[in-house]
């Protein structure tokens, strides 16, 4: 029986998707092989591999201006990979914001590469308040501004881009990616690990505009994003399964309506689980309302020592993987698309029922 699984990464994958790759583990169309064993380089593989980058590109109506990457590493090799090819010896300023534990990673990689300004940071304030673009201090002359949209441990995330800053903006989008819809074109660059919202982990998805993409005979090939672009990301073996699973994934989205279709479902998820916790004595999310995070609902009882109770019975429950990350502790339901939304309303139940049992 499946569970409902509330993991941060790797999270949940939609369960007909499974169900597809089940039918297709052991012969794939009838060709006596799995996706696994074809060569990246047969008609076969490449065409799943368009599909999938094309269906990417529908999903977020990504203009022919950038291009779409796929790179191995996961969203930490992007900390070192923007900044190697972004910053050059002319200009080695960059601007990042620090709004979570994600961000001060970020941080360290690209002080590895140059200079640094920090535009903002809510370190201050625990991470509880992203903040606004119009209190940025932005220096004009770096090279890009860095922002991890939705910090997936701290449960803060940037939702609205009115007023978003015009200096070229790198995102890590890593766990808000295919949430919602995503104007893309106010970005630079776009970049996401897979297995958040996406797919199997092994895969980081990257969007770039085309004038970024430059030689840089200076950098190992595998760290150059031209490298990737040249090579239809075929310069060495891809992780082809990962690629071939989130492509099902986005086959899976587009049949249900696309991102307008997720927002919807996203933000009633969301919505249920936070006026629960509001409404409630017993659990706290303390994040400030306009940066709450859709995907990622972190809460705390007011009695800390429950915790091992709540996360045995939920899980006994069926409910997994609730624990919040080690470094905040507490609990934290991750929603990414791919929990349903009676995943969120079981969640409730059990918590309304642990709150009578030791409240
Ligand atoms: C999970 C996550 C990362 C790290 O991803 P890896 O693929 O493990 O390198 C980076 N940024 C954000 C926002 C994340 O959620």
Redesign the pocket.
Known sequence: MRKYNFC??PSALPTEVLEELKEEILDWKKYGLSVMEMSHRSKEVVEIAETAKQDFIDLLKIDSNYDVLFIQ?????Q?SMVPMNLLSSSNSLSNYLNVGQ?SK??IKEAKKYGKLNISASSEDNSFKNYPSPNNWQIDDSAAYLHL??????DGACLRNHDNLPAIDLVA????CILSEPLDVSKFALIYS????NIGP?GL?IIIIRRDLLIDRDDLPAMMSYKTYSDSDSMYNTPPTFAWYLSGKVFKWLKNKGGLENQKKENESKANKLYSFIDSSDFYTNDVGIESRSIMNVPFLMNDESLNPKFLKESEEAGLLNLAGHRSVGGMRASIYNAVPEEGVDALIEFMKNFEKQNG
């Open positions: 941060a990464g590493g996961g969203a930490s090799l900390f994600w990673k970020a991890v949209m939705n910090e997936t441990i890590d989008c890593s766990s690990g897979a297995q958040k982990a980081a």
